[in-house]
């Protein structure tokens, strides 16, 4: 079931006449005009992105930003209160709740590309090769190893008890899982070509094909599909909870989004400035975005999957309108 706010802000986005024509109203979510830099991430209700602040965010049930006391930078990943990220080589966390950072793992070698969820964070680790993946419990403090294998391991995301990498053992990108609970790793895609920068999420593992499609794999039905295979690139994905979501290069560098529960795609942002680094969870999407010249945070909420089936419509009407225009 979904929380209260997230209900009411659906009501408010299908009321509110949206302020762009395929039905998501865009938020500006950062007041600074510093260029943000690296990945963004959401969990719930709460986007988080680094700029020249430190580590800031915004929650969508305050209609907040905040600053946090935190420096941190480049890529981050969060998972409820807890965000991580990579700095020098070492992973660190910060609580948004206690307002308290903590180091994750500082040994000698580099550690780097984290990422959460719940208390279980995973990271890129050269200890022993160029890459492996290891992992940390902050519930019980303890590190541990997921995928040692010769060759580089990079690029891990969780979800649960899943793990999933990129791994170029074959001597091309393949996609590998491990599963927590099993203890055991296991081919997700490794036929021709490369598979590359995996996202989990339940039961549903994206990755980018081949650097321009987007494809997914359901690891209950064991069945692979395509998600997006249009001419033009696809890039950046980003999974959260049913929402798949990526850059778009079919316009002048768009977001789009794919529900998993309902099968379909439908475009977030294709305003003419370009936009980039997209995360989501299941009510929010959010991105980077030039249009006011520095490189600002963006938002919106995403409607209920049934809306959405109508609005994938009124996108495609859009998309069709610009393509005669053009
Ligand atoms: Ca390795
Ligand atoms: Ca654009």
């Given at each position: 079931m979904k929380p209260r706010w997230a209900i009411g802000l659906t009501l408010a986005t299908c009321v509110v006449?949206?302020?762009?024509?395929?039905?998501f109203e865009e938020i500006r979510l950062s007041t600074t005009t510093d260029s943000s830099r690296g990945e963004l991430a959401v969990s719930g209700s709460v986007v988080v992105w680094t700029d020249s602040r430190g580590l800031c965010g915004y929650d969508f049930r305050t209609g907040q930003e905040f600053v946090t006391s935190s420096r941190s930078c480049g890529t981050l990943s969060v998972s409820g209160n807890t965000v991580v990220w990579s700095e020098n080589g070492d992973i660190y966390g910060y609580d948004l709740a206690t307002h308290t950072e903590f180091p994750i793992s500082t040994s000698a070698a580099g550690q780097v590309h984290p990422a959460i969820s719940g208390n279980v964070v995973v990271w890129v680790d050269g200890?022993?090769?160029?890459g492996d993946i290891y992992g940390y419990d902050l519930s019980t403090h303890t590190a541990f190893p997921i995928c040692t294998h010769a060759g580089h391991q990079n690029h891990p995301r969780i979800s649960g008890r899943i793990i999933v990498w990129q791994d170029d053992r074959n001597n091309k990108m393949d996609i590998y899982g491990y599963d927590l609970a099993s203890q055991s790793e296991f081919p997700i895609c490794t036929r021709p070509g490369n598979q590359q920068f995996p996202g989990v999420s339940g039961d549903f593992v994206v990755w980018n094909e081949q650097n321009v499609d987007v494809y997914g794999y359901d690891l209950a039905a064991q069945t692979e599909f395509a998600i997006c295979t249009d001419p033009a690139g696809q890039s950046g994905l980003n999974i959260g909870d049913n929402v798949v979501v990526w850059r778009d290069d079919r316009g002048n560098g768009d977001i789009y989004g794919y529900d998993l529960s309902k099968r379909i795609t439908f475009p977030i942002c294709l305003n003419a400035a370009e936009q980039t680094a997209p995360a989501a969870s299941a009510n929010i999407a959010a991105w980077a975005d030039s249009r006011n010249g520095s490189r600002d945070i963006y938002g919106a909420v995403i409607p209920e999957p049934a809306t959405l089936a109508l609005l994938a419509l009124g996108g495609l009407a859009v998309m069709r309108r610009r393509k005669r225009n053009t």
């Open positions: 006449a949206a302020s762009n024509a395929y039905g200890r022993s090769d160029p």
